[in-house]
């Protein structure tokens, strides 16, 4: 048993190089978990397993609603729902100090909801916003840190792709999980909003402001927001008032868009082509991550790595709201080294054994939601922190005259922003926990 132990902290130990050498997490874990489980049983129980493990984790009825909202996302992109968005919200927030800097934050919440990726918010909110920003002469900090910040936004409010699977590791229903993240996803939009008034405040010169727009600009613009509501409204409506469930909903999600597209011409054939080749792309990329995540949970399992992880914890004293200031901690460390979606698939399965030991004075259920929220908000600062910071490599590569250091010192202020916001939904569990109460 010990030497299976030793064999599995050193799987461990390889896996943390290998991600920090750059190599893809999805082939360092199907490689650590193939070399793991094959020195503790043998090369032939690794062949057995591999025959029915990459069909029994793929034919989960849950996993299929991520190619669908991934789809919608893609769909969205192309159809322009993002620029009627920002140009509503600059219409209503342009005038201000800040204003533009505010509607691009405003905008990207509207677009997350009906997009789900944070990656994907941030690349097409950039697209849209950053030259009404340079327009108005934003300082490069302030223009490329807030489309950065923003972009993390895609990632909390439903439906988030990442939110899906994490609901899918922890066994809690999807549905619960999207009503436990929208308050505190609207709360984060209300922040990052507040957060750059104060900015303008202090550095007055960095966000200047716009222009006020006619009473029909005004109006058309709030008009054309329309088709982003009717859709964001059928898809998490139905799903809350329990008319469909969530892969029904992304379904129609799907129709709605392609019709909209189509119908106002914004959408083609080869458009429609692309985003189902991004879709496949992108479903294939995390399915592969599933698979390796599960082939090195079977080795660290019989290693008995988590259960002497979450046994160590367990009996070690510590407050149970310490042991989660820790796990925050290592969460934040992991942010540097990869992207959201690897992290929580990775380290949820060794983290979430140690929480669900402990007495928080919620329910196991409840505990879930708010355990998920409150990673799922670590997980953003990942796509903002050096070194990897995804976000902040897409603003950059989008505004190349902008130096890197700049892009990081423009998403500070969010930063702080951020870790004020994990403090809240640690100390007060009815942030997150409110709307699913009132669901049941």
């Given at each position: 048993?010990?030497?299976?132990?030793?064999?599995?902290?050193?799987?461990?130990?390889?896996?943390?190089?290998?991600?920090?050498?750059?190599?893809?997490?999805?082939?360092?874990?199907?490689?650590?978990?193939?070399?793991?489980?094959?020195l503790?049983?043998?090369?032939?129980?690794?062949?057995?397993?591999l025959?029915?493990?990459?069909?029994?984790?793929?034919?989960?009825?849950?996993?299929?609603?991520?190619?669908m909202f991934?789809?919608m996302?893609?769909?969205?992109?192309?159809?322009?729902?993002?620029?009627?968005?920002?140009?509503?919200?600059?219409?209503?927030?342009?005038?201000?100090?800040?204003?533009?800097?505010?509607?691009?934050?405003?905008?990207?919440?509207?677009?997350?909801?009906?997009?789900?990726?944070?990656?994907?918010?941030?690349?097409?909110?950039?697209?849209?916003?950053?030259?009404?920003?340079?327009?108005?002469?934003?300082?490069?900090?302030?223009?490329?840190?807030?489309?950065?910040?923003?972009?993390t936004?895609?990632?909390?409010?439903?439906p988030?792709?990442?939110?899906?699977?994490?609901?899918?590791?922890?066994?809690?229903?999807?549905?619960?999980?999207?009503?436990?993240?929208?308050?505190?996803?609207?709360?984060?939009?209300?922040?990052?909003?507040?957060?750059?008034?104060?900015?303008?405040?202090?550095?007055?010169?960095?966000?200047?402001?716009?222009?006020?727009?006619s009473?029909?600009?005004?109006?058309?613009?709030?008009?054309?927001?329309?088709?982003?509501?009717?859709?964001?409204?059928?898809?998490?409506?139905?799903?809350?008032?329990?008319?469909?469930?969530?892969?029904?909903?992304?379904?129609?999600?799907?129709?709605?868009?392609?019709?909209?597209?189509?119908?106002?011409?914004?959408?083609?054939?080869?458009g429609?082509?692309?985003?189902?080749?991004?879709?496949?792309?992108?479903?294939?990329?995390?399915?592969?991550?599933?698979?390796?995540?599960?082939?090195?949970?079977?080795?660290?399992?019989?290693?008995?790595v988590p259960?002497s992880?979450?046994?160590?914890?367990?009996?070690?004293?510590?407050?149970?709201m310490?042991?989660?200031?820790?796990?925050?901690?290592?969460?934040?460390?992991?942010?540097?080294?990869?992207?959201?979606?690897?992290?929580?698939?990775?380290?949820?399965?060794?983290?979430?054994?140690?929480?669900?030991?402990?007495?928080?004075?919620?329910?196991?259920?409840?505990t879930k939601?708010?355990?998920?929220?409150?990673?799922?908000?670590?997980?953003?600062?990942?796509?903002?922190?050096?070194?990897?910071?995804?976000n902040?490599?897409?603003?950059?590569?989008?505004?190349?005259?902008?130096?890197m250091?700049?892009?990081?010192k423009?998403?500070?202020?969010?930063?702080?922003?951020?870790?004020?916001?994990?403090?809240?939904?640690?100390?007060?569990?009815?942030?997150?926990?409110?709307?699913?109460r009132?669901l049941?």
């Amino acid at each position: 048993m010990m030497d299976s132990y030793i064999t599995g902290i050193a799987g461990l130990a390889g896996l943390l190089v290998l991600i920090a050498v750059r190599v893809p997490i999805a082939y360092t874990m199907i490689l650590v978990g193939i070399v793991g489980i094959s020195l503790q049983s043998g090369p032939m129980i690794v062949l057995n397993q591999l025959k029915d493990l990459a069909y029994a984790q793929f034919s989960n009825y849950d996993l299929s609603v991520l190619p669908m909202f991934i789809l919608m996302g893609g769909l969205a992109s192309r159809c322009g729902l993002s620029s009627d968005l920002f140009r509503a919200a600059n219409a209503w927030l342009g005038r201000f100090r800040g204003g533009v800097a505010m509607a691009a934050i405003t905008a990207c919440a509207g677009f997350g909801a009906v997009c789900g990726s944070s990656t994907a918010t941030a690349s097409t909110m950039g697209q849209v916003a950053l030259p009404e920003l340079r327009r108005y002469r934003y300082s490069g900090a302030l223009a490329t840190g807030t489309i950065a910040a923003g972009g993390t936004l895609g990632i909390l409010i439903p439906p988030s792709v990442v939110l899906i699977v994490y609901a899918i590791i922890v066994e809690v229903n999807i549905v619960t999980m999207f009503a436990a993240a929208l308050i505190p996803g609207l709360l984060a939009t209300l922040m990052f909003v507040g957060t750059v008034a104060l900015y303008c405040r202090f550095v007055p010169e960095a966000g200047p402001s716009g222009q006020a727009v006619s009473r029909a600009e005004l109006g058309a613009a709030t008009l054309a927001t329309i088709p982003v509501l009717v859709i964001f409204g059928v898809v998490i409506g139905g799903i809350y008032a329990g008319i469909y469930n969530p892969t029904a909903a992304a379904a129609i999600g799907v129709a709605l868009v392609v019709a909209y597209g189509f119908a106002r011409r914004r959408l083609s054939l080869p458009g429609l082509g692309d985003a189902l080749l991004e879709t496949a792309r992108t479903s294939g990329m995390i399915f592969l991550i599933l698979l390796g995540a599960e082939l090195l949970k079977i080795f660290m399992s019989r290693a008995g790595v988590p259960q002497s992880a979450a046994e160590m914890l367990q009996s070690s004293g510590l407050a149970p709201m310490v042991i989660l200031v820790l796990i925050i901690a290592a969460f934040l460390v992991l942010g540097c080294l990869m992207d959201s979606l690897s992290m929580v698939i990775l380290a949820i399965p060794f983290f979430w054994p140690v929480i669900a030991g402990l007495d928080f004075g919620l329910t196991p259920d409840e505990t879930k939601l708010w355990f998920g929220i409150v990673i799922l908000v670590v997980v953003e600062l990942g796509l903002i922190t050096p070194p990897v910071g995804l976000n902040v490599f897409i603003i950059n590569a989008l505004a190349r005259d902008i130096p890197m250091r700049e892009t990081f010192k423009g998403v500070m202020p969010f930063f702080g922003t951020e870790m004020v916001r994990i403090a809240l939904l640690v100390l007060f569990p009815a942030i997150s926990l409110t709307l699913p109460r009132l669901l049941q």
